[in-house]
Nanobody, 124 residues
Framework: SQFVESGGGLVQPGDSLKVSCRASGFLVEHFTVVWFRQAPGKEREQVACIGRDDGRTNYVESVKGRFTFARDNAENTMYLQMNDLKREDTAVYYC??????????????????WGAGILVNVSS
C-alpha cells in the first residue's frame, strides 16, 4: 500500500499549482486523509484534512480561501489545489491517510500511510 505524489515544482508568488496523490492498495474513501507540509527549519504542519466519518474538510488558517482539498474516490486520488501562492507556502508537501482517526485534525502518530513528499517552491 502506498501513495504516489505528483505535481510539485517552482512557481512565482501569486501563481497556482495542483499537487496530486494517488493511492494504491487501499481506498482513500475509507480513510481520514490529510496534507501535511514541512518548510525548511520548521515543524511539520497539517495543511488540510478530510474526515473519514463526517467528510468535512478542515484547513489551517493560513491557507483558508486559497487552497482546496479534494478527494476523487473513483480515481482513488486526492488533490490539493493551491492558488495565490506565497513564499511562505514553500515546503515539502506530504499526503497521508489514517484508518484509526475518524475526524480532523489527524495527528501524525495516527497516520497509517505517508506519501514520499513533493517540493513546492514559491520564489521570484
Amino acid at each position: 500500500s502506498q501513495f504516489v505524489e505528483s505535481g510539485g515544482g517552482l512557481v512565482q508568488p501569486g501563481d497556482s499549482l495542483k499537487v496530486s496523490c494517488r493511492a494504491s492498495g487501499f481506498l482513500v474513501e475509507h480513510f481520514t486523509v490529510v496534507w501535511f507540509r514541512q518548510a525548511p527549519g520548521k515543524e511539520r504542519e497539517q495543511v488540510a484534512c478530510i474526515g473519514r466519518d463526517d467528510g468535512r474538510t478542515n484547513y489551517v488558517e493560513s491557507v483558508k480561501g486559497r487552497f482546496t482539498f479534494a478527494r476523487d474516490n473513483a480515481e482513488n486520488t486526492m488533490y490539493l489545489q493551491m492558488n495565490d501562492l506565497k513564499r511562505e507556502d514553500t515546503a515539502v508537501y506530504y499526503c497521508a491517510a489514517s484508518d484509526v482517526w475518524e475526524s480532523c485534525p489527524a495527528p501524525p502518530h495516527a497516520i497509517d500511510f505517508w506519501g514520499a513528499g513533493i517540493l513546492v517552491n514559491v520564489s521570484s
